[in-house]
């Protein structure tokens, strides 16, 4: 494996102290002591839970080539013998190897941001530049404030194009990550009511979003849906920042990169477009308005990125939903067999809707049901009990036959639905498990989904261990 870093630009990039025999240089960059490896440097980060120094014997333990320690805390590490740079403070040395990542690239990058979308957005985009050129993205969703810097520090030199998806949960946290990052094309997927608890109101929420112009290189390109209420605020606030190149996206008939048409299939979408002044067919290889929508998006900054549009449109028909983001398992029950649909990683009242209508869309057999398995959308705020009733429109346009309800936040959908539609409550997800095990039958589409706190992947594990999966099945694991 080709080296990431020689040590000696390390030293440079994060005006470091090097101590011990240090290797020529790291194949990789790791910030978890755990998933740490032979050619890694292991940077002890400072958290507000856990302190890497803690683990640093177990970096080495687990084979890391190398440590970057804080002067501060190198008294602390005993008589470890460990080759290490040292520097004053280890997030801020991350950050640096970031920003040197950065300055030695010359990738085209791109950078996504919105309140649903972010990353299956990114990993379409990998997908499709992927025939281009080889191509560096966030894994998971390494969005924050440590994961972009590091996500930075592991930008091979070689990569033809880099794809970052940057977060937030209040005001201010996009701007300092989006200027290390510094994108040729940023995008924002959507403005939705997502962490609406730390805002005021969608404004607020679009311009928090909205900081991810500032890091736009010189003569850059942003795209914004065209569908969205709050397009015209944020075409505004990029006019206000001199942002020469604006193109929206979406069915708005105004739109640079727009649907023409679609047909929504249960396992997978296809479009026609108009991108860059040519009609485009797509096959979408997962289903869902939603990931439509962020196709346009994706197949827009292909197309400003230079890369090759017939290759992007061709490899988007290989995608598939990941685990916690719509990743479908197909189980054997009683001589049949249901579908699980896997949305656990992540809730806000845009992406509930948009999975209640997914599962609405899909076809029961039998005596099978449409059963929305729901959890507390969190960060919500004064609005969380509006927010919560507010589902009951969406299930009911579901057809929904079952809804089973967890946390503290949901009795307001409980009672909101009264005995409408079958409805299941509990207090934790724990209990809905043990229901779930007992209730389901062969037909039935099962839908999971809350905010990552509530623990709802844990329905999805108890299920999966219940039920042999069968050869169809989507699973991504």
């Not at 440079?12 to 978890?32: C, F, H, K, N, Q």
């Not at 040292?86 to 990058?109: F, M, P, Q, W, Y």
């Not at 299956?120 to 992927?130: F, G, V």
């Not at 656990?344 to 609405?360: K, Q, T, W």
Request: with cysteine.
């Amino acid at each position: 494996m080709s080296l990431l870093w020689t040590t000696q630009e390390m030293v440079a990039a994060m005006d470091g102290r090097p101590l011990g025999d240090l290797p020529e240089g790291v194949t990789g960059i790791s910030i978890d002591s755990r998933t740490a490896g032979p050619g890694d440097a292991f940077f002890a980060i400072k958290g507000d839970k856990f302190d890497g120094h803690d683990f640093a014997s177990g970096a080495i333990a687990n084979g890391a080539s190398l440590l970057v320690v804080s002067e501060a805390k190198l008294p602390a590490l005993g008589r470890l013998i460990a080759p290490m740079i040292v520097v004053k403070d280890v997030l801020a040395a991350l950050e640096d190897l970031g920003r040197a990542a950065r300055a030695r690239s010359e990738a085209r990058i791109i950078a996504i941001t919105g309140s649903v979308g972010k990353t299956s957005s990114k990993e379409m985009l990998r997908r499709a530049l992927e025939p281009s050129g080889e191509v560096h993205a966030s894994a998971a969703s390494f969005n924050n404030h440590w994961g972009v810097p590091l996500t930075l520090a592991r930008m091979p030199e070689s990569a033809a194009f880099g794809v970052f998806e940057i977060g937030m949960n209040h005001a201010d946290e996009i701007r300092p990550l989006v200027k290390m990052v510094k994108p040729h094309v940023a995008i924002i997927t959507t403005i939705a009511a997502a962490h609406l608890g730390n805002f005021k109101n969608l404004t607020e929420i679009a311009a928090a979003k909205a900081e991810i112009m500032e890091g736009l290189v010189a003569d850059g390109h942003l795209l914004l849906n065209q569908d969205n209420e709050k397009f015209g605020w944020l075409k505004k606030r990029a006019g206000a920042l001199k942002i020469a190149h604006i193109h929206g996206f979406g069915e708005n008939a105004k739109a640079v990169y727009r649907l023409l048409n679609s047909k929504l299939l249960p396992d997978c979408s296809t479009i026609t477009a108009r991108i860059g002044g040519d009609e485009v067919a797509v096959k979408i290889g997962a289903p869902g308005r939603h990931l439509v929508q962020n196709a346009l998006a994706v197949l827009g900054a292909t197309h400003l990125a230079g890369a090759d549009l017939a290759k992007a449109a061709h490899a988007l028909a290989g995608l598939s939903a990941e685990k916690g983001r719509g990743a479908r398992h197909r189980l054997a029950i009683d001589g049949g067999s249901f579908l699980l649909i896997d949305e656990s990683y992540n809730a806000n009242p845009a992406s509930m809707r948009a999975a209640l209508e997914l599962m609405g869309d899909m076809p029961v057999r039998l005596r099978g049901r449409r059963i929305a398995v729901l959890g507390d959308m969190l960060e919500m705020g004064k609005f969380a009990e509006r927010v919560h009733r507010d589902l009951a429109g969406p299930i009911r346009t579901a057809k929904t036959d079952m809804v089973c309800l967890a946390g503290p936040e949901m009795k307001a959908l409980r009672d909101e639905l009264g005995t409408e539609i079958e409805t299941v409550y509990r207090d934790q997800a724990e209990g809905l498990a043990e229901h779930l095990k007992s209730a389901l039958r062969d037909g039935d589409v099962v839908m999971v989904k809350s905010s990552l706190g509530i623990g709802f992947g844990q329905i999805v594990k108890a299920l999966l261990d219940k039920f042999p999966a069968l050869p169809d099945s989507s699973t991504t694991e």
